[in-house]
């Protein structure tokens, strides 16, 4: 869909909850055909995670994983339209308003779940803080193409490649109360290493990065994530912020653990890293 053009201003042209629509459509029954090693990927992993559900209740939730993921790629097109709160519930907005109003930097911390670009465009439109988002560009340079045309439209600042890390710390350090917007569960090696399901896994990756960064900087962490609830609407949940100055790394990786991964299970048919991760792996 994002190496089409054409199909991408199709969907600019439609309504917002019927391109959403359209787009699940298209992916759960046209595209799922075409990613056969990946949905068999999802299916083992989905077994070990949720070993207490039957075959039929698993495949359900494939399913709905591969229609949450066509209505994400199809809401692209229209992020601009969707970044309000008549799409965008807050779990408590009062208090999440007032840790946004906080002082200091902060790491947005989250995961591939529901929509992780209206995620992103919706904390840059609820707060006055600047934002920074990381990034990698996809191999296809058409699809990385069509992702930066569409990005620009709502994400304001994003960084990639090579000089990111200077980047971001230049970025936390010289405006005030910056916040840097980082998805955690990332694939590299061929494996995704966050959250860790109780594998033996030392912290890795962007997780390792907050973290020099953020006691580098005086940032604290706001764990947060992004839910589908029905249709082009959403449900905002968030976790009280962590502090370095306050907590040791290893218990800030274990409280991120533990929100961000009861929140991949619980919502595993809105998590794209599902076909990303292999759990029959040996860890690192």
């Known amino acids: 869909m994002l190496s089409n053009p054409f199909l991408f201003i199709v969907m600019r042209l439609l309504p917002a909850r019927l391109a959403s629509w359209f787009g699940g459509w298209l992916s759960a029954h046209v595209a799922r055909r075409n990613m056969k090693l990946r949905d068999a990927r999802a299916r083992a992993n989905l077994a070990l995670l949720r070993p207490d559900l039957p075959d039929a209740d698993r495949e359900a939730i494939l399913t709905r994983r591969w229609t949450n993921i066509g209505r994400t790629m199809a809401e692209l097109a229209n992020i601009d339209r969707l970044v309000n709160d008549a799409h965008v519930t807050v779990i408590d907005r009062v208090g999440y308003q007032a840790v946004l109003e906080g002082p200091g930097p902060m790491v947005a911390f989250t995961c591939h779940l529901g929509n992780w670009d209206l995620l992103a465009a919706y904390i840059k439109w609820s707060t006055d803080r600047p934002g920074l988002g990381v990034y990698e ?148």
């Open 137 to 284: 560009d996809p191999e296809d340079p058409r699809i990385a193409a069509q992702l930066k045309r569409a990005r620009s439209s709502y994400m304001g600042e994003a960084i990639g490649g090579g000089g990111a890390a200077r980047g971001v710390l230049k970025h936390l350090t010289q405006k005030d109360r910056a916040t840097l917007y980082i998805l955690a569960d990332e694939r590299r090696e061929r494996q995704v290493w966050f959250p860790t399901f109780g594998r033996s896994i030392e912290p890795s990756g962007n997780l390792s990065i907050a973290l020099r960064l953020a006691r580098k900087v005086g940032a604290r962490f706001l764990p947060f994530y992004l839910v589908r609830t029905k249709g082009p609407h959403f449900a905002l949940h968030w976790h009280p912020p962590l502090d370095p100055r306050d907590m040791s790394d290893a218990d800030i990786v274990a409280t991120l653990d533990r929100f961000l991964g009861a929140a991949c299970i619980a919502h595993a048919d809105q998590w794209l890293a599902l076909h990303d991760m292999d759990l029959t792996a040996t860890a690192m």
